[in-house]
């Protein structure tokens, strides 16, 4: 019998019996920290973007400029929290990477948010832009996040001179997409999102 009968397990909110690096198509929901309304406002149904939910776009944008295996879906910024599809997929050789391997989280663990290791991913990102030659390698969808959230975090907070604070919640929330009805019925939730905020779960004032 384990000492504290699991009272200080963090319940996982993963599908343990999927590998998250397998290819597929992933619905993510990310909240900002306290789900403050950090990345701009609705006005007439739609999303009008502040500079820092400008921000979030272009760290979005550029995933696939680091990741070769990242396929980029719907992506809706909403007032505090962003809604995206993110496709993963298997069509290049994997390498492992050994230089993070202390920080490899699986769907056991909530997402790495230290500040360090933020930085970490951001000096990589910018490291990788400057380099003709980057290693190919295989990612998973949590990678992917963990990039987003790091890197657009750290933009996020030059804006606003407030170093090492944290932007977003530690966790967030996935579905694993099964099949096309499903695809689209989410796409479509996605790109509605903005004319629906008043009735969105995460609504706030």
């Not at 069509?91 to 050994?98: G, H, L, R, T, Y």
């Not at 832009?129 to 980057?134: F, H, L, V």
């Given at each position: 019998m384990s000492k504290f009968q699991g009272k200080y397990r963090i319940e996982s909110t993963r599908a343990n019996w999927w590998n998250y690096d397998n290819p597929g198509d992933y619905f993510i929901t990310i909240c900002t920290k306290n789900k403050d309304h950090l990345f701009g406002h609705i006005k007439d149904r739609e999303m009008i973007l502040n500079e820092y939910g400008k921000i979030v776009l272009d760290c979005w944008l550029d995933l696939p400029n680091h990741y070769e295996n990242i396929v980029l879906g719907?992506?809706?910024?909403?007032?505090?929290?962003?809604?995206?599809?993110?496709g993963v997929n298997d069509?290049?050789?994997?390498?492992?990477?050994?230089d993070h391997a202390d920080c490899v989280e699986t769907g056991l663990k909530p997402v790495c948010t230290t500040n360090d290791f933020h930085d970490d991913i951001a000096d990589n990102f910018a490291?990788?832009?400057?380099?003709?030659?980057?290693?190919?390698k295989n990612h998973g969808v949590f990678e992917f996040i963990r990039a987003l959230k790091s890197f657009s975090s750290r933009r996020i907070n030059e804006k606003r001179n407030s170093?090492?604070?944290s932007n977003w919640q530690e966790r967030f929330?996935?579905?694993i997409i099964r099949n096309e009805a499903e695809y689209d019925r989410i796409r479509n939730y996605i790109?509605?999102?903005p004319k629906k905020w008043d009735e969105d779960c995460f609504f706030n004032r």
């Open positions: 719907e992506f809706q910024i909403m007032p505090n929290h962003i809604h995206c599809i993110v069509s290049k050789i994997m390498i492992p990477d050994s490291n990788n832009s400057m380099n003709e030659n980057p290693i190919k170093k090492g604070v929330h996935d579905h790109i509605n999102n």
